[in-house]
């Protein structure tokens, strides 16, 4: 079956330090690759997707590429900011599967004025 | 644009009483459903999913249910409630045969079984 490894949380960071968050998937076919985040208390709100290998997602200044060779998709930002502290999933979607989508067990993000 | 609604925001519920969580989607035709349970601290589970009306595909075996009585109406359902069954529910949406099929999510039900 499918499932996404993430990196163990949780990460504090200083505002303006640089962040990497690790995501390994196994798959059984070509998935679509996504990020999303929760803040507290909220649902989920898609980050940043990548649908074929070598695609680079991007959004609000956080990047993943989707290697196909290493099976990874890992998050990262440059800058962080206080407001980006969340919970931040990895997540596989088959697309031959109505969609059915697998997740990461979650990382949290704590950003440090 | 888009809208997904689910209600309750919160509830409390004694073991062995029912439960009936419900979730609507506007602004999109035929949309897939799905239903996931986030335990506290983890990950999200996938309990159902729906393609169609009357359509259900249980992931779980356990003490829910679920039913698609509308297009864009989709209802998590039980007739007992476990201690067990305590988490965070949420509703999500995609459109069907896009390649991503990324989804998105209400603000989801915190539920407390005493």
């Known amino acids: 079956g499918n499932s996404v490894t993430q990196m163990e949380g949780p990460v504090t960071l200083s505002e303006e330090a640089f962040l990497t968050i690790n995501c390994t998937y196994t798959a059984t076919g070509y998935p679509s690759l996504f990020w999303y985040v929760q803040y507290p208390g909220e649902g989920l709100q898609l980050l940043l997707k990548?649908?074929?290998?070598?695609d680079k997602g991007s959004n609000k200044g956080f990047e993943a590429t989707y290697r196909k060779e290493t099976t990874s998709f890992h998050l990262e930002k440059g800058s962080v900011q206080v407001s980006d502290s969340a919970v931040y999933f990895c997540?596989?979607?088959?697309?031959?599967?109505?969609?059915?989508?697998?997740f990461g067990d979650g990382t949290t993000l704590t950003v440090k004025p | 644009s888009q809208t997904i609604h689910q209600w309750p925001a919160t509830l409390v519920q004694p073991v062995g009483s029912p439960l009936s969580l419900e979730c609507t989607v506007e602004?999109?035709?035929?949309?897939?459903l799905y239903w996931y349970r986030q335990a506290a601290g983890r990950g999200l589970q996938l309990l159902f999913y729906s393609v169609g009306i009357g359509q259900i595909s249980s992931e779980v075996p356990q003490n829910l249910s679920a039913s698609r009585p509308q297009d864009r109406q989709f209802i998590l359902s039980s007739k007992k409630l476990l201690l067990s069954d305590s988490g965070f529910y949420l509703c999500?949406?995609?459109?069907?045969?896009?390649?991503?099929?990324?989804?998105?999510f209400g603000p989801g039900t915190r539920l407390t079984v005493t």
């Open positions: 602004g999109t035709s035929n949309p897939n």
């Open positions: 999500a949406w995609s459109v069907p045969q896009r390649v991503a099929y990324e989804q998105y």
């Open positions: 997540a596989l979607s088959d697309r031959t599967n109505a969609g059915k989508s697998t």
């Open positions: 990548a649908t074929k290998a070598d």
